[in-house]
């Protein structure tokens, strides 16, 4: 009953076909971020974001625990008992104080133990009668309370307290934050930090769409009447067939947003600072200020407050004025002088407080909008400062100044995690530094490009430089002092920071205590790649060779080695699959590694041990790494690998590492299961032949019957050897086959955890997660039989009675190349192909078997992972909408972007290819824009900053104008005098000419694009121009212009833009607005809230909806606690919990969550992401649950513009969002304008899911309907008939849906005989017939929300107590049998007669 996806295990990266169409794009970031806001309601802010308090009601504590035992998906390990306990302990029940602040009325505030007193000091700063005090401090009974005391260790503080808030004097500290408070409140509705990407602000629009609060609007509209007054007719460029784009759209303006002026002028006086003898008067700083009223004044800041001075703009006179109107806050001073403040300033605050919390709390992480309109730049005293004070490396909030990162990341990560609340505030420190440093990151990375950092080595050429901004060091990806000759140069200097990222994340995932990592951020800006690192401390003090005492600094060429980083390493070769080996140093000697050579061991002078370097934490992907007589496996050879790559640094992604290791334990078990049975075979005869031995050439990857290899099980951490004492059960030879295969049967009714093989114990030593071990058990036949055999061959004492089942293990071992001869165990060794390392003779065995592996590996990635893609696309479990959402979906199947090529290649082949068709034109326009990135990259280096926006409007100009002779304009030297400029030397990094870039023409930039193809991805694109290539790919100019400026930071001035002219060029150098970074960083995740999302998800596929909800509500709470109130898996926590409320029949919470969850993709993911358009749908689905049509209709309509600019009219997904709008349309009697969109949606699905697709049945229904509706009972019939064939031949006669199209075809065809009657009648008998009144039927809203639910993959059943309990036990039943293998997955097609039984879609 859960969308499609919501039951797939989110971030497992080799997680099933995570159905992108729910769970667009980014919503799997790495997972599926998720939450809601512990916000508290008085005030509506973000403060508590930062609050350990989880408000829940301590009543489900317990029943959660206990159903997450039962839920036999072995999630409640050991570990998860203690948090029962734990669970309960956060949730203190908050209790209500009473606050008295000066001149106001006392007013109640609910607050929870675990807050600090700090917390009530936000709320106050941003609630709306005290919003303009700052410098305040609470006492109660005339005690001032520290403010970093939790409220719970307070003395006397109870239900019902008195705090009193009593001002305090200012300090210059004081006196600067409470002026920045006030900008940041004249600013509050102002969206230009938005547009600029500054301070984690990020656009909405939602509420443009809803008028406000949703929870509002529907109470205050009367529903009777509300059909009359909707007007329903879209905007025409969303009609279907509409072939305009417009861009403007995109941001609809904001009517709050032309905000209400309160002052002309707030800034910094000239006078600053104070002279030694008015500082000894309390004078801290002056203000200088101009009023709407044109009145200029100058003010003083002193210890006691603001007052007016009698100072002017050129005479200093710091005395008083008369009156001086002291007063302790700013609003309060400038309220009395300017009657416009002081009423405009109280309307602004209202508008404030009356914005969704959501639309105004910081995101984690910036997000950049590549529109913006034009924004008019405004005096602002406080941007002013930063830019050239605190923004320089040191935050004024902090003691100390400085932040010494290293230590930060480092001190979080040794916090202790024994129970929940421990987990939990570790958590939340290591996302809060994670996400500041990334930030510090970017902000140094931009300053070192734009040239605002002295360089460490100023002496060398600019490439080579290296920065220290802020305690981060910065490095540019180039290839300095020829390090990475060998490896392919710049391309491989390029490269490698990511691949080290990914190093970082994957050490960093695993968290084995006592390694540490350095924060590791990348930024790509303009045209330059920079690595912002934290500093190991000591290191810049030593030379390279003395501090690193483990790995080489010259790729293995000397090699050293220390135990304790053995050891340490040792921990996180299982879940790494990284496999111990010797090398040899320049000596000859062997020394022992853990990981590659590359990786550097350096221990700080802060006694950690670090570890760096991790570009080579997985192996190399030999499908790009052409070796000298190195014969890969026929399936890569087949699609013609190995192929030249520009660098030697490809590896295997850590999900096809996943993905290849359970692929191979499945094998494991097949074969272990094949020579028991033989075994058996062989009893009695006493033949004793051989088991099947391993033969020289092992199994290759395509034929090993199973394509479905996305699934995770689990291996078993040992599979160590066990009596076979099944194996005397039969007597003869010839059944005994047949019999084992019975005997497996029969044992797999009843859940089969005899062994320590319970498929969800652990993969590799990582926690896998409840839901997968079933599914790997649907898409495997005969596995169950495999697996009790296996079973056996496991004892509990490990000792072998049987050395013919000790063979039966070595065999089975030998065959899928485990490193163990005892167990399964398959790792990797990353150093197999890497020059200049050398391996002992003695290893040149295993040597021969891992390069056996790589090959096997790189094979598997061809003829599984690419196949079983375009099959998940094929049946829409996968569905991509856009460059982002397509690359996600490649990488969740270990498949890397340089693929992509073959992966077209592979889909132009497929028979199928018709229904691939969305798939293959986001792919080449991927494909396209990464190309053009590449040379985008290139270009923007030899470009000086004052010729930045001219350079890159020309490009666009080349990249998508028709206008076939596009010639840059040159900028007019405005400040430079001929004379000199010839003289000034260019410090651009790698600049050389700095007018190359004017020389680009359009044809020689699609020439450069289409080598760069075949180069890169080994593609062909014979296109010499853009609007060839739309023609031939069916691509939309206005998409290609969203992918290139999202992928390369470029913002544009939103307006209409025409690139068809071939008379004028598209963009001028005014339309290009700026350049942000591209930023990479890790995102730390919140394992516990994970936890408890899944058990949810579970319960809810196991038809438990009210456990699952509070599973989930808790895993929102634990979420808040860890993220803040801002993330992506927030998003889906919200998602899923309105669509639990709405199947709950809970409309109003369905949609107040939905809402959130709308608010928050728009500002976390972007607001066209497509994540954003798959919530803007569910939320307009439940507004109209909720009688909110008007509304319903506006969501739809700008969720269609937004699909069309993002990946136009011909998807899959259109299909849907059209039967929404039709079914909405036909609700208030718009049957024309229905009708488009349902003929649409009809067409669209018949060429994506076929002719014969139960959906194309449903479309014909739902058009017949309206057909009905408009009493043309011709074509309704037509329609309903081909729907009916579609039933009877897909489902039988017998089936329900069949007899329901029956039935109606029945009442179509008396209609449509009592109208043919009628019009008879008045033929015969002119005027003066007697008619019979025809019933015309408007459809019921009732009607319309069923037909909506259904095709939203919604059913309800009216149940029974009693049917509610045979389902549930059915739904165990079913359970169980599917842990056993026993239930083939079912189609697609055959997906709709399920959910007609079971609520599971």
């Not at 971020?33 to 504590?61: P, Y």
């Not at 509050?188 to 809803?210: K, Q, R």
């Not at 058990?777 to 009675?801: F, M, N, R, W």
């Not at 919470?1149 to 992401?1169: C, D, F, T, Y």
Request: proline share 5%; charged share 25%.
């Amino acid at each position: 009953m859960v969308s499609k996806t919501d039951d797939i295990p989110a971030s497992v990266p080799s997680c099933n076909p995570v159905d992108l169409a729910d769970e667009a794009g980014d919503g799997a970031q790495d997972s599926k971020e998720s939450s809601k806001t512990s916000l508290k309601e008085s005030c509506g802010c973000g403060h508590s974001a930062d609050t350990a308090m989880v408000n829940g009601d301590g009543a489900h504590g317990h029943t959660e625990e206990a159903e997450s035992k039962q839920d036999g998906n072995g999630e409640a390990d050991g570990g998860e008992d203690s948090n029962e306990q734990e669970v309960i302990v956060i949730q203190d029940t908050g209790f209500t104080v009473k606050i008295q602040a000066p001149g106001t009325e006392p007013f109640d505030l609910q607050v929870s133990p675990q807050e600090m007193v700090q917390e009530i000091h936000q709320v106050l700063m941003d609630r709306e009668d005290t919003c303009h005090r700052t410098c305040f401090s609470l006492q109660l009974d005339g005690n001032v309370l520290d403010n970093f005391a939790e409220l719970k260790s307070i003395e006397g503080l109870q239900e019902g307290s008195l705090l009193k808030v009593v001002e305090e004097p200012y300090t210059v500290r004081e006196a600067r934050i409470h002026v920045r408070h006030i900008r940041d409140l004249l600013k509050s509705l102002d969206p230009s930090d938005a547009y600029n990407g500054v301070d984690c602000n990020s656009l909405s629009f939602l509420s443009i769409f809803t008028d406000g609060d949703l929870g509002d609007s529907g109470k205050r509209k009367k529903k009777g009447n509300e059909l009359e007054q909707i007007d329903c007719t879209p905007p025409e460029h969303i009609l279907p067939g509409s072939k305009e784009r417009p861009l403007v759209p995109l941001q609809p303006q904001n009517k709050d947003w032309k905000p209400m002026q309160c002052l002309k002028v707030l800034t910094m006086s000239g006078w600053n600072p104070p002279p030694g003898n008015r500082k000894m008067h309390g004078d801290l700083m002056y203000l200088y200020i101009v009023t709407v009223e044109e009145r200029h004044v100058s003010l003083t800041a002193s210890t006691r407050g603001f007052y007016l001075n009698q100072s002017t703009t050129y005479t200093f006179n710091p005395k008083p004025a008369n009156p001086s109107f002291l007063s302790h806050s700013l609003v309060e001073l400038l309220s009395q002088i300017s009657p416009a403040f002081k009423k405009n300033f109280t309307a602004l605050q209202k508008k404030r407080v009356q914005r969704h919390p959501f639309e105004r709390i910081a995101t984690p992480f910036q997000v950049y909008s590549w529109t913006a309109p034009q924004v008019d730049h405004a005096m602002d005293c406080v941007r002013a400062e930063d830019a050239y004070t605190s923004r320089l490396g040191y935050e004024e909030h902090i003691p100390g100044q400085t932040r010494d990162w290293n230590e930060e990341l480092q001190t979080t990560r040794e916090l202790p995690r024994k129970n929940l609340p421990e987990r939990l505030l570790r958590e939340r420190a290591i996302f809060k530094v994670h996400s500041d440093f990334a930030a510090a990151a970017t902000r140094g990375a931009m300053a070192v490009i734009d040239g605002n950092v002295m360089a460490i080595n100023p002496g060398e050429e600019t490439r080579m430089q290296m920065f220290i901004w802020n305690n981060i060091f910065f490095s540019l990806g180039f290839d300095v002092r020829d390090h990475y000759r060998e490896l392919g140069g710049d391309a491989a200097a390029h490269a490698a920071p990511t691949n080290d990222l990914n190093g970082v994340r994957a050490y960093g995932a695993v968290d084995v205590e006592g390694l540490y990592t350095l924060g590791t951020v990348v930024v790509d800006y303009r045209g330059y790649r920079v690595t912002a690192q934290s500093i190991i401390p000591g290191i810049l003090e030593r030379e390279q060779e003395q501090s690193v005492i483990y790995g080489s600094i010259d790729f293995g060429k000397t090699v050293v080695s220390h135990s304790k980083y053995l050891e340490l390493l040792e921990k996180t070769s299982r879940p790494l699959k990284v496999q111990r080996h010797n090398v040899l140093n320049e000596k000859d000697d062997k020394v022992e590694l853990c990981s590659s050579v590359e990786c550097k061991g350096i221990i700080g002078n802060d006694g950690r041990h670090y570890i760096l370097d991790l570009l080579r934490t997985f192996p190399p992907d030999l499908n790009f790494l052409p070796v000298e007589g190195e014969e890969l496996p026929p399936e890569s050879q087949r699609q013609g690998f190995p192929r030249q790559h520009r660098h030697r640094l490809a590896c295997l992604r850590q999900e096809l590492i996943e993905a290849f290791v359970e692929h191979r334990y499945l094998l494991f078990m097949k074969m272990a299961a094949l020579q028991l049975m033989q075994q058996k075979a062989n009893k009695d005869t006493k033949t004793d032949t051989p088991a099947i031995t391993e033969t020289s050439d092992t199994p290759s990857e395509s034929n090993a019957d199973t394509t479905q290899t996305q699934t995770a099980a689990s291996d078993p951490p040992t599979v160590t050897e066990v009596p076979a004492d099944s194996t005397n059960q039969t007597d003869s030879n010839t059944s005994a086959a047949t019999e084992a295969v019975k005997e497996g049967e029969e044992n797999s009714a009843k859940p089969a955890t005899n062994g320590p093989l319970d498929l969800t114990t652990t993969q590799n030593g990582e926690c896998k997660n409840p839901l997968e071990g079933k599914e790997l058990e649907e898409s495997i036949p005969g596995l169950a039989q495999a697996k009790e055999l296996a079973e056996t061959l496991v004892g509990e004492d490990g000792s072998c009675i049987d050395p013919k089942s000790r063979e039966v293990v070595l065999n089975a071992c030998k065959a899928v190349g485990s490193i163990s001869n005892t167990s399964f165990d398959i790792r990797f060794n990353p150093d197999i192909f890497s020059p200049g390392v050398r391996f002992p003779d003695d290893c040149a065995d295993d040597v021969q078997k891992q390069k056996q592996l790589l090959k096997d590996a790189a094979a598997f990635l061809v003829s599984c992972q690419v196949p079983s893609l375009v099959k998940d696309c094929l049946d829409h479990s996968a569905l991509p909408m856009d460059g982002a959402t397509l690359t996600e979906a490649l990488r969740q199947r270990g498949i890397n972007i340089r693929y992509l090529g073959s992966v077209l290649e592979f889909v132009d082949k497929t028979p199928a290819k018709a229904q691939l068709e969305h798939f293959y034109r986001i792919g080449i326009s991927e494909l396209i824009t990464r190309c053009a990135k590449h040379i985008f990259k290139t270009y923007l280096q030899g470009v000086e900053l004052s010729a930045l926006s001219a350079a890159v409007s020309h490009f666009l100009n080349c990249f998508l104008s028709s206008f076939p002779d596009a010639v840059a304009h040159l900028p007019p030297d405005e400040l430079v005098s001929r004379r000199k400029s010839r003289k000034r030397r260019n410090r651009v990094p790698g600049g050389g000419d700095n007018t190359a870039w004017a020389s680009l023409t359009p044809s020689e930039l699609w020439k450069n694009i289409a080598s760069e193809a075949q180069s890169y991805y080994h593609f062909t694109i014979q296109c010499d121009g853009v609007d060839q290539v739309v023609e031939k790919y069916g691509l939309q100019k206005i998409t290609l212009l969203r992918e290139i400026s999202v992928k390369t930071g470029i913002q544009i001035l939103i307006k209409e833009y025409n690139f068809d002219s071939r008379h004028k060029p598209a963009f001028t150098e005014e339309d290009i607005l700026n350049i942000f970074p591209v930023v990479k960083h890790v995102n730390p995740k919140a394992s516990d809230a994970f936890h408890f999302f899944q058990s949810g998800q579970a319960k809810v596929q196991q038809g438990f909806l009210k456990e699952g909800c509070e599973l989930i509500n808790e895993a929102l709470n634990l979420f808040n606690n860890v993220y803040g109130a801002m993330h992506v898996e927030i998003c889906a926590c919200l998602r899923l919990l309105a669509r639990l409320n709405y199947i709950m029949g809970d409309h109003p919470e369905a949609l107040s969550n939905q809402q959130k969850a709308v608010l928050m993709s728009e500002r976390v993911l972007g607001i066209e992401h497509p994540n954003t358009i798959q919530e803007y749908m569910h939320l307009a689905l439940y507004c109209f649950a909720n009688g909110q049509l008007s509304t319903a209709l506006k969501l739809l309509y700008r969720a269609r513009y937004l699909m069309l600019m993002v990946t136009g009219e011909d998807h899959p997904e259109m299909a849907l969002l059209d039967s929404n709008i039709g079914l909405v349309l036909h609700g208030v009697m718009e049957y024309d304008l229905s009708l488009r969109f349902l003929e649409n949606a009809l067409t669209i699905n018949t060429k994506y899911h076929g002719p014969r697709s139960l959906k194309v049945a449903l479309s014909h229904h739902l058009v017949a309907r309206v057909y009905e509706s408009k009493a043309e009972f011709r074509s309704a019939l037509q329609h309903e008939k081909e729907g009916y064939t579609i039933y009877k031949n897909q489902m039988g006669e017998g089936h329900e849906k069949t007899k329901e199209s029956s039935e109606y075809l029945k009442y179509l065809t008396q209609q449509a005989v009592a109208l043919q009657r009628t019009m008879n009648e008045i033929y015969k008998n002119g005027s003066n017939a007697s008619i019979m009144p025809l019933k015309f039927t408007a459809p019921s809203m009732a009607s319309v929300l069923e037909q909506l639910n259904i095709i939203n993959g919604i059913i309800f059943i009216p149940l029974s107590q009693k049917d509610l309990e045979n389902l549930k036990a059915e739904v165990q039943r079913r359970q169980q049998l599917q842990e056993l293998g026993k239930i083939e997955e079912t189609t697609e097609d055959s997906r709709l007669e399920l959910e007609d039984k079971i609520p599971i879609d």
